[in-house]
């Protein structure tokens, strides 16, 4: 199953780059299974969109829709976390 990755980032978090970095590490790894959408809280449609998936801290990243990550996860959680949604 193709997987949509959501980092969830504001540009004066001193975490989320991290984040952002990890995810931009793991997710080649996955070709064109994965795709990849950083989103600026700081914009309307960036904090419409972390409303509506109930995102109130940030780095958060989403796999498919649901969140899966409260801060910068490690790469080998990352990749965990997307080989499970691609095997669904």
């Known amino acids: 199953m193709p997987v949509k990755i959501e980092v969830f980032y504001s540009p004066s978090c001193p975490h989320c780059p991290k984040a952002i970095r990890i ?30 998936y109930g995102i109130y801290a940030v780095p958060a990243i989403a796999l498919n829709g649901k969140v899966k990550f409260l801060g910068a996860p490690s790469k080998e959680e990352l990749i965990a976390a997307i080989t499970a949604e691609v095997e669904k």
Do not use: H, L, S, Y
Request: hydrophobic residues 35%; without cysteine; aromatic residues 6%.
């Open 23 to 52: 995810v931009r590490k793991v997710a080649p790894q996955f070709g064109e299974k994965v795709t990849v959408e950083e989103i600026n809280t700081w914009t309307p449609e960036g904090q419409e969109k972390a409303d509506a």
